[in-house]
């Protein structure tokens, strides 16, 4: 069994002449009425009687916030909610899938109270009527590495949240199974005051203007979450009886991955956080003291894969030789000498991949 990936673009039109949506836009513009009706208001480009601005004012679609479109497959947009106005996430699931019991089991009053739990919070559960669809409200997050992180505190936060909320998932015999960064969330709400656009998050409004950012350090503690159970699998027996089988696209060095040969998905997992922690540390000199952490948690051997507990353990150890100076002074990104300038002399930056992270 090859396991679908999420950020597949297979649904993409070839021709966005032929129509102004993309892909599964379409889907949000025909149940814009009844998510307007349960509390939720889209962006005007998926109003079912949208005008594109373009169109009236004849001037270039790139001027303006409803020319921005999804270009990949979109199972979760945002919206306002309109009883108090914050930004939410739609995102949209099988009501008879897995991902929705799990999504539903990890925000369950038991779940929710362990301070562990650092799976994305679940705020409303909207079926959509006459459909097999359902739709979670999330609250709007953005992509936990970006903006940079300023020093190395800001990175043992992140770190240690996601080990214990590994741990925790584990400890219920959940495996997320496609931990990656874009699975990776933060609250933004003080990291960027002016916030963001979904589409284009090194945005604050979707146009190519100065994006300014507070450092994670000055204004935290930060909650960091957990998204995406689509692949996730819950094994109420226990992990130890625990194993499937399948490749995935997008983790092609996981050494036990296989079409026929059952391998214990929660090692998986403890790999994939290993992976993502190596990836950041490549990218930040400073953060070299952390990269056995890593190392061992991407063991060849998923035997020798600590649990995540353990991890912590380890990534504690060696912060706790840190002084605190250390740990709050300012580090630089590989190459990111021009952002750090920019950075420090205007208190932003233009973004150079202003679109995507
Ligand atoms: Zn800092």
Redesign the pocket.
């Known amino acids: 069994m090859t396991r679908p990936v999420h950020s597949d673009s297979s649904s993409m039109l070839t021709s966005p002449d032929e129509s102004p949506y993309f892909g599964d836009e379409k889907w949000w513009v025909e149940n814009y009425d009844f998510i307007l009706l349960s509390g939720y208001q889209l962006r005007p480009r998926y109003n079912s009687k949208w005008v594109p601005s373009w169109t009236i004012q004849r001037n270039d679609k790139q001027e303006y916030e409803d020319g921005i479109a999804s270009y990949i497959s979109t199972p979760a947009l945002d919206a306002i909610r309109l009883n108090d106005g914050a930004k939410v996430v739609l995102k949209r699931m099988p009501t008879e899938g897995q991902e929705l019991k799990i999504a539903l089991l990890l925000s369950s009053p038991g779940l929710r109270s362990d301070p562990r739990n650092r799976t994305i919070p679940i705020t409303e559960v909207i079926p959509v009527v006459g459909s097999s669809w359902t739709l979670l409200v999330m609250p709007y997050c953005r992509r936990f590495d970006d903006p940079p ?6 990175f043992i936060e992140a770190m240690q949240q996601y080990l214990e909320g590994l741990q925790f998932m584990h400890d219920h015999n959940i495996s997320h199974f496609d931990i990656a960064c874009q699975n990776l969330m933060m609250d933004e709400t003080r990291v960027v005051p002016a916030g963001s656009h979904f589409v284009r998050p090194r945005t604050h409004s979707g146009f190519l203007r100065f994006f300014r950012w507070k ?4 204004v935290g503690p930060i909650d960091h979450y957990y998204i995406d159970f689509g692949l996730s699998m819950h094994f109420p027996g226990g992990q130890d009886t625990a194993s499937t089988v399948g490749t995935l696209r997008t983790f092609p060095t996981i050494p036990e991955l296989s079409q026929t040969t059952p391998y214990n998905p929660f090692k998986v997992d403890i790999y994939q956080l290993g992976l993502v922690m190596q990836r950041i540390i490549e990218s930040y000199p400073a953060l070299q003291d952390f990269r056995q952490v890593a190392a061992t948690m991407m063991h060849q051997d998923p035997c020798n894969r600590p649990v995540p507990a353990a991890s912590l353990a380890q990534l504690n150890n060696i912060a706790a030789q840190m002084s605190p100076r250390i ?4 580090m630089r990104k590989k190459n990111g000498l021009v952002d750090c300038l920019t950075r420090s002399l205007f208190g932003g930056y233009f973004p150079s991949t202003p679109f995507t992270v």
């Open positions: 992180f300023h020093c190395r505190a800001e450092n994670r350090c000055a740990l709050k002074s300012a």
